[in-house]
């Protein structure tokens, strides 16, 4: 891969980066993460997916456990982005993409959240930019991240009735007065 | 009396109203106060006439700079676009706000404007042409240029804003700093002239040089500093208006607002005069009348000032107070040594 | 914001001898009492580039905490999009970053295409990758505008303005739309270019490198700027890591991740270019980065318009897109980082849910670690060297 190495000149410039990408892996390197995956992580079946992800299923009670093991034993450093989907009666589900960067390698991690004590574990600790994440899933889905330095509206006023995200959101506000369409 | 002219008429036309005034038994003391304001009334004319043509160079001069036109609809060349600017200025409401310091708010700009005036006292436009030759009259310009300081921070506190407060404290921190550099390189040319008054040093420069070419350094320290205190990028940051959205006036609006916009450029125009005396020779010149010649070397510095501005970035405050303490004040004072040196060999 | 100056955002840092900042002197200087003083800036402020406002406690000039409140630009498009077709969420995207359409809209088209399992001919895949280095160039030479904006030079805005209007003008010859292109389709794009237009672009191409060159020598070789940008706002490897930051932010910091590279898309694989990449992590890193990267894109637009073959320029797609039930990310390099668009699909025609990954939210995050201990000066510097464009932030 050809890079171009920018120095602006001052003392601390390294020659090599700090850290060398990898590209993402596919095919049978797909299949072997997926070992690895297996065997840090015995009681969790990843699925091999046909874009090149790996996605598991982590229950929410050892989200955190298993999001350490996932960051600090399979590498994966990288939190892309943090969504939470509402099922409706099957409940919410809080997604997480990750990556690692110096092995390409891709998962998805699905916590499923039930409607009627819709808590999820905060990883902020481990990934810190699922702060704002998180605070975005808060206000627009009303998932609560328990362990959250700063669970905050993040998008909407404070004060806001609801989390519109949700399938079963209803605008409580007044309806406003339309204005006449000028008659020619 | 000192209104001395080259020409006889304004001394023939103070002769026949003395004469007027002696005949009608008027006190003489009336007639000094009715020369004053014909000659403060001349000053501010003056002023008032070059700011609205330097606005237009301005705009002008930085259009062009930047790849566009500059005004160009309002009058020939967009001549009249200060005018009109003007005018929309003054009839716009002038609004004071609730948390600000109501006389101090509305008095700063009057405090601002009134020195960038005085300085005109003493600024010879022409052989004679003055209207006070002051024997102190390169303290009496530091003097004045000292006095925006405390106008620019009462602008600042009484605004109750603090954004205001913020560029009112660099602007004080700002002036009172280069200040001191540009009196030390003030304080060279004085050396090589002998002499504190503007006449006597424009003489001392008849008779060698111009001091450009005897005071090189002292010249760029002076050009420095005066752009600082005259609040310019790359040192504007008083009023800095990316990061501290105007600065100190930032709650001005219409009149007071065109009032702090006229000072400024009216200090301009004066830091440009006594720059062309103190380095350029003032008045003095081949050929040409000597007012053109001290209006030539005047916009000399004001073309300056603005190509320097449409070309830097903004210094940061930390660096703008190193430049001045840790270099231009060193240089400055090696400069005055030196100068000492040379005029006592 | 009830609490704000209570609140420090949340932000974990990763202490490491690299990162140690000045700290804020003690507030009792002898007898003289001082306070911290907490200032709004924005929403309404010349440098916070839209609508951000960041509530900012501050020693003297120095900067002891930020909070950034956002959300005064939310316009619920996810939200929105729940209740439409695929197509119609086309010129959606368009608004959340408004400076980068084309690389919005291709980020939702490539990962519905990716869902159907979608071929698209080779031309409009030529077409897209000229219309998204173009559009790279044209996002940049605004942040480069801006950035000396911020910095007080008011030159170069109009300087890069000047360059932006012809790119400006190509996209309107083609899209008819100079920012809200409409352009990307399922399976290709809306309208295929002439010979003619292939022929202006070609001649920016041989004009640019002059004007870059004229950037240089305006603000890129001013000490003043090396001396406001260098060693403000550092961020090493692993906190842009750890903080998600992607795009320029992260090449700055000594990784040179770039999904051009690393998850090719397109036909970015055949062309040839160099990720431009810094290991400093400061402002002025930042600053070298994204220039370099507007010479790598005229490389690539060089190459892509020498290779752009003839042939269709939309494929065959279906007219009532319905994706399969479950759940895609796509992602594409935009100018300020990795534009993420996940979509969920019960197998209607329209999402079940839509998330879009915006980066200018995800770096603005780091904009408390990177302005502690710094001026106020620096600190309008720092917004500008991320790069944000509220629109995506707010969404």
């Known amino acids: ?184 | 009396m000192y209104l001395a002219a080259t020409s006889s008429l304004p001394l023939r036309l103070y002769q026949w109203t003395e004469q007027l005034f002696t005949d009608l038994g008027l006190p003489l003391w009336l007639l000094a106060v009715l020369v004053a304001t014909v000659k403060a009334a001349l000053i501010i004319g003056f002023i008032l006439i070059n700011v609205i043509f330097l606005i237009w160079l301005e705009r002008k001069l930085g259009g062009h700079i930047q790849n566009r036109l500059g005004p160009v609809y309002t009058g020939p060349f967009g001549l009249l676009q200060t005018v009109a600017d003007a005018l929309k200025v003054l009839v716009k409401e002038d609004i004071i706000p609730a948390a600000a310091d109501r006389w101090v708010f509305m008095a700063a700009p009057l405090v601002a404007f009134v020195p960038s005036v005085m300085i005109w006292l003493v600024v010879p436009f022409a052989p004679g042409v003055q209207a006070r030759d002051l024997n102190i009259g390169t303290l009496y310009v530091a003097a004045m240029t000292g006095c925006t300081v405390p106008a620019l921070l009462m602008a600042g506190w009484s605004s109750g804003n603090k954004w205001s407060l913020l560029g009112a404290f660099r602007a004080g921190a700002q002036l009172v700093s280069y200040e001191v550099p540009l009196i030390l390189a003030t304080l060279a040319v004085v050396m090589l002239a002998g002499s504190l008054s503007l006449n006597d040093i424009i003489r001392a420069q008849q008779e060698s040089t111009w001091f450009i070419f005897l005071q090189p350094l002292g010249f760029v320290v002076y050009l420095i500093s005066a752009i600082a205190e005259l609040n310019r990028t790359p040192f504007d940051l008083p009023e800095a208006e990316s990061e501290l959205v105007a600065g100190f006036n930032t709650e001005y609006s219409g009149f007071r607002f065109a009032i702090f916009f006229l000072t400024e450029y009216a200090n301009l125009l004066g830091s440009s005069a006594i720059a062309a005396t103190l380095f350029l020779g003032g008045w003095s010149g081949p050929f040409l009348p000597p007012f053109v010649w001290f209006l030539l070397k005047t916009y000399l510095f004001v073309f300056l000032a603005m190509w320097i501005r449409f070309t830097l970035p903004r210094l940061r405050v930390d660096q703008l107070m190193n430049l001045s303490w840790k270099f231009l004040l060193p240089v400055a004072l090696i400069n005055v040594l030196g100068t000492g040196v040379f005029v006592a060999l | 914001m009830p609490d704000a100056a209570a609140t420090v955002s949340g932000a974990t840092r990763e202490q490491d001898g690299e990162e140690v900042r000045p700290t804020a002197p003690d507030s009792e200087v002898g007898d003289l009492h001082t306070e911290e003083m907490m200032i709004n800036m924005g929403p309404q402020h010349p440098s916070t580039h839209g609508v951000l406002r960041a509530v900012v406690t501050i020693d003297g000039e120095r900067v002891v905490d930020v909070d950034s409140d956002v959300g005064y630009l939310h316009r619920c498009f996810e939200k929105i999009c729940e209740k439409l077709t695929y197509h119609q969420i086309i010129p959606y995207t368009d608004r959340t970053d408004y400076l980068a359409g084309m690389t919005n809209e291709l980020a939702l088209v490539l990962t519905v295409e990716k869902a159907l399992g979608l071929e698209v001919p080779r031309r409009a895949q030529f077409i897209r990758t000229i219309m998204s280095e173009l559009q790279r160039i044209h996002s940049h030479l605004l942040w480069f505008g801006t950035f000396g904006l911020d910095l007080g030079a008011t030159t170069p805005f109009l300087y890069a303005f000047r360059d932006r209007e012809t790119i400006s003008d190509l996209f309107e010859e083609i899209t008819g739309a100079r920012m809200m292109y409409n352009y990307m389709r399922v399976g290709g794009v809306r309208n295929d270019v002439s010979a003619a237009w292939v022929k202006k672009v070609r001649t920016f191409l041989r004009q640019f490198p002059a004007a870059l060159r004229e950037y240089d020598d305006l603000l890129t070789g001013n000490p003043i700027l090396k001396a406001r940008t260098r060693g403000v706002g550092k961020i090493n490897a692993r906190t842009a890591i750890a903080y998600g930051a992607s795009g320029p932010v992260l090449r700055a910091s000594g990784v040179p991740y770039d999904l051009r590279k690393h998850d090719p898309y397109l036909v970015y694989d055949e062309l040839e270019f160099d990720v431009a990449w810094a290991s400093e992590g400061d402002v002025l890193a930042r600053y070298q980065v994204r220039l370099e990267e507007m010479r790598q894109s005229l490389r690539i637009l060089e190459q892509a318009l020498e290779g752009l073959p003839e042939g269709e320029y939309l494929g065959k797609a279906p007219r009532i897109i319905k994706l399969p039930p479950g759940h895609y990310y796509g992602h594409v390099e935009g100018p300020r980082g990795e534009v993420g668009c996940y979509i969920v699909s019960d197998g209607d025609r329209k999402p079940y849910r839509l998330h879009w990954r915006a980066p200018s939210f995800v770096h603005l995050q780091l904009l408390p670690l990177m302005a502690r201990g710094h001026l106020m000066g620096d600190m309008v510097a720092i917004i500008g060297s991320i790069d944000i464009v509220m629109g995506e932030v707010d969404r």
């Open chain 1, 1 to 184: 891969m050809s890079l171009r190495k920018i120095s602006s000149g001052s003392g601390s410039s390294q020659p090599v980066p700090a850290l060398m990408p990898a590209r993402v892996v596919g095919g049978a390197a797909l299949a072997e993460s997926a070992e690895r995956l297996r065997q840090e992580l015995p009681q969790l079946e990843p699925r091999i997916r046909p874009d090149g992800w790996l996605e598991i299923a982590v229950p929410r009670d050892s989200l955190l456990e298993v999001s350490s093991i996932l960051r600090d034993r399979l590498g994966y450093d990288y939190l892309l982005l943090l969504s939470a989907v509402d099922w409706k009666e099957k409940g919410f589900q809080v997604v997480l993409h990750l990556q690692n960067l110096a092995r390409g390698e891709r998962l998805i991690a699905t916590v499923d959240v039930p409607r009627e004590d819709p808590r999820c574990p905060s990883v902020v600790s481990l990934w810190p930019t699922a702060n704002w994440h998180e605070r975005e899933a808060w206000d627009l889905m009303g998932i609560r991240f328990d362990g959250h330095p700063d669970l905050r509206r993040i998008l909407l006023k404070e004060g806001w009735q609801g989390h519109p995200l949700r399938k079963d959101y209803e605008d409580h506000r007044p309806p406003r007065d339309r204005l006449p369409r000028p008659v020619r």
